[in-house]
T-cell receptor
Framework: DVKVTQSSRYLVKRTGEKVFLECVQD?????MFWYRQDPGLGLRLIYF???????EKGDIPEGYSVSREKKERFSLILESASTNQTSMYLC??????????FGEGSWLTVV | DQQVKQNSPSLSVQEGRISILNCDYT??????FLWYKKYPAEGPTFLIS?????DKNEDGRFTVFLNKSAKHLSLHIVPSQPGDSAVYFC????????????FGQGTRLTINP
């Protein structure tokens, strides 16, 4: 079975803090993604990566950056957290010929 | 602009009856469509997909119908079971093996005993 693991399930951070969300997949997938889920808005793509050290902006990249130094690991970085970044963050991975598999999500609250 | 729309935020169905979830899209380049199911505090899980060369795909109790001319797809669940209560997301991409999926807003399905 594909496993996408998000290291932190629940976080509370203060406004202005730097926040790291880590994600690891164990299926040697080329593609990795970060989405956020908000009520009434569905899942929106923040960034994705199709190879090590490669990244592309999704639909809502503002306020976020990403890092992919190893194939299995994709990190989402909030340089200076703001209250409007309170959300559920979902990491996902896929191969080029398969569907996307999601992690269990990280609930971030910025106070 | 919302390229994939699920216009019903919620749906309530009696156990044993048919559940029909609807999804509309605007991008004519979309070629591959998926449905995901999500329980609270969990990540979405893949349910069923359909390529634009088909108009129907069936997997057990789940059937997805695609009407390309109307840019509309629907998910039918028959018979509905209490464990089907979840949020369902419709998603679309321009190619299979999607590098980018565009999701709808989700529909919360509640199955009543």
């Amino acid at each position: 079975d594909v496993k996408v693991t998000q290291s932190s399930r629940y976080l509370v951070k203060r406004t202005g803090e730097k926040v790291f969300l880590e994600c690891v997949q164990d299926m040697d997938h080329e593609n990795m993604f970060w989405y956020r889920q908000d009520p009434g808005l569905g899942l929106r793509l923040i960034y994705f990566s199709y190879d090590v050290k490669m990244k592309e902006k999704g639909d809502i990249p503002e306020g976020y950056s990403v890092s992919r130094e190893k194939k299995e690991r994709f990190s989402l970085i909030l340089e200076s957290a703001s209250t409007n970044q309170t959300s559920m963050y979902l990491c996902a991975s896929s191969s080029s010929s398969d569907t996307i598999y999601f992690g269990e999500g990280s609930w971030l609250t910025v106070v | 602009d919302q390229q994939v729309k699920q216009n019903s935020p919620s749906l309530s169905v009696q156990e044993g009856r048919i559940s029909i979830l609807n999804c509309d899209y605007t991008n004519s380049m979309f070629d591959y469509f998926l449905w995901y199911k999500k329980y609270p505090a969990e990540g979405p899980t893949f349910l069923i997909s359909i390529s634009s060369i088909k108009d129907k795909n069936e997997d057990g109790r789940f059937t997805v119908f695609l009407n390309k001319s109307a840019k509309h797809l629907s998910l039918h669940i028959v018979p509905s079971q209490p464990g089907d209560s979840a949020v369902y997301f419709c998603a679309a991409s321009e190619i299979q093996g999607a590098q980018k999926l565009v999701f709808g807003q989700g529909t919360r399905l509640t199955i009543n005993p």
